[in-house]
């Protein structure tokens, strides 16, 4: 196999196996509790590139949770980035936890969020804000297995990701991508009666 650079794509010296590694953003320190990101990916470059895409995705959705949050986002895209950061934290994302440690731990971490909400008076949470109320529940009970309903957006995304290196003819592509965004509300509209015109 040819060397292929990729940025955070390192030999280890030492072990001779290929790690990713990267530099945790200031932003996110607090919030996974690290300073670097690393993992071992293979022992040869070409098995750690073949598990490089699926490890740098998980990494860019905590880059963006500390950026930009999960409030306003797609519930696919929520639960994307919630189960990252679950998996940065050792943690199952599909369920309370592997064990008894593990849940007790995130029960904690969940009423930190939520316990400035709590009115003194009637003990119930009061304005419990999006970001908190989401991310206490995914530490209580994990992110769903099942897809969430794909929105427009999602949909969207999904064609820009799997047509973005065909893009020879950015005129043409266009084109389709507005033929086809036309064809898809052409078709909610037929099929969805609540959407259908007077």
Known sequence: ??????????????????????RVPKSLEELVKKREFLKVLGKTQSEAVMRYGAEHEK???????????????????????????????????????????????????????????????????????????LLASALLGGVSKETPQVTVTDAFAAYLEENALKMSDPRGECFWA????????KWIYRTDPALRRT
């Open 178 to 185: 507005r033929l086809t965004l036309e064809t898809a509300l």
């Open 59 to 133: 990494i860019e959705h905590l880059v963006s949770l500390a950026k930009f949050g999960v409030t306003g986002l797609s519930p696919v895209e929520q639960s994307k980035k919630l189960a990252a950061l679950l998996e940065s934290w050792d943690a199952d994302p599909h369920s309370a936890g592997r064990d008894d440690n593990e849940r007790t731990w995130r029960g904690e971490a969940a009423a930190q969020l939520v316990d400035k909400y709590q009115d003194p008076t009637s003990g119930e949470y009061v304005g419990v804000l999006g970001e908190d109320g």
């Open 1 to 22: 196999m040819r060397n292929v650079t990729v940025k955070y794509l390192r030999k280890n010296d030492r072990t001779g196996s290929f790690e990713y590694r990267r």
